[in-house]
């Protein structure tokens, strides 16, 4: 009896150990990812639009794995501080402004005319660039993986006030106009011939409307039309810089998604950038028709003095940015452009 009793205590703790073994050997259903993705502009912009379809088409091909959690119009805080909330991993995703006080190089895309059309742009910020190689190995010194960059379109000059000489680089252009903190803004902007002041962003609005400054450079026609039409009365196309925002990523997040995962990530990012490239041009006619039909009066720019305008400043201009890119790097950037 005693042998059958240790046999049967025996043959229970076999099965009790096969059954520990292969519930631990069976797959667990993990809880979905969801990424809280950062967006600066306001819900009604393609940028933010570009977000949702990314969205939808992550969302449905990851079969609900990763969620995106789209927060637009800078809910979650001003693109320096989401910049730094990404790196920490408290934000996971964003499409913003790239802030240079981490490092100068995130700013070279937007050299002025560093190309005249859409498709140069598109080919100077997309993979396989000088640019984009600089721009990308700068973020992952921060711990941030560049996705892509998002072209929103060629930046002008809006204005409460008509300004003097406004087809000549280094004419008084009699204006005070609110630049970025950023180099690159600030030469360009006063080798055309303005006089500059560094506000915020949230700013800019109020200080054009009280009169603190007569205008500001960073906005294609689209931004100068959705957010600014009420306070300025004239719109310069100067097409010298390239207004661009950047998807990323903290480096963390994403190497914590799965490879299949990351790849419908990176697809239909891709298809977003490309189209944001192709949709600048034809946007851009579109809004500067809209401020016209608003009441602001466009001053357009002939092709000659655009060319004129576009030698004066890479001659002026470019030089004084050695001291923030380096000479061997815009050197490198120029042979690229040949």
Not at 12 to 30: C, D, H, Q, T
Not at 150 to 170: H, I, M, R
Not at 215 to 222: F, L, N, P, R, T
Request: glycine fraction near 8%; hydrophobic fraction near 40%.
């Amino acid at each position: 009896m005693v042998k059958k009793s240790m046999a049967y205590r025996m043959l229970g703790i076999f099965i009790l150990g096969a059954i520990f073994l292969s519930s631990a050997a069976a797959p667990s259903f993990a809880k979905p990812m969801t990424l809280k993705v950062a967006g600066i502009s306001a819900p009604e912009y393609r940028g933010t639009k570009s977000l949702f379809a990314i969205k939808e088409v992550v969302e449905k091909e990851t079969e609900g794995r990763v969620i995106l959690d789209i927060f637009p119009a800078s809910q979650l805080g001003d693109y320096t501080q989401v910049f730094e909330e990404i790196r920490r991993g408290t934000i996971e995703m964003g499409l913003i402004f790239l802030p240079s006080q981490f490092d100068p190089m995130l700013e070279v895309g937007s050299l002025p005319f560093l190309a005249g059309t859409g498709e140069g742009m598109q080919k100077q910020l997309s993979p396989g660039s000088v640019v984009y190689d600089i721009i990308e190995k700068s973020l992952d010194k921060l711990g941030v993986n560049l996705l892509r960059i998002y072209g929103d379109g060629f930046v002008g000059v809006g204005l409460a006030k008509e300004p003097t000489n406004p087809l000549k680089a280094g004419m008084p252009k009699d204006a005070m106009i609110r630049v970025a903190p950023l180099a690159v803004y600030k030469e360009t902007a006063e080798d055309l011939g303005f006089r500059t002041t560094s506000i915020p962003y949230a700013d800019t609005y109020s200080a054009i409307q009280t009169g603190v400054c007569d205008g500001w450079i960073g906005g294609s026609s689209q931004i100068n039309y959705l957010s600014f039409r009420d306070v300025i009365k004239f719109y310069v196309p100067y097409n010298c810089l390239f207004d661009q925002t950047a998807y990323i990523v903290g480096k963390k997040v994403w190497d914590q998604i799965s490879e299949a995962d990351q790849k419908v990530i990176l697809k239909a990012v891709n298809e977003q950038a490309d189209k944001s490239f192709a949709d600048s041009k034809a946007e851009d006619i579109e809004f500067q028709k809209k401020l016209a039909d608003f009441g602001v009066k466009i001053i357009p720019i002939p092709e000659k003095e655009m060319a004129e305008l576009a030698e004066t400043i890479r001659n002026t201009t470019w030089p004084k940015l050695e001291k923030t890119y380096g000479k061997e790097t815009l050197d490198k950037i120029k042979e690229s452009l040949k």
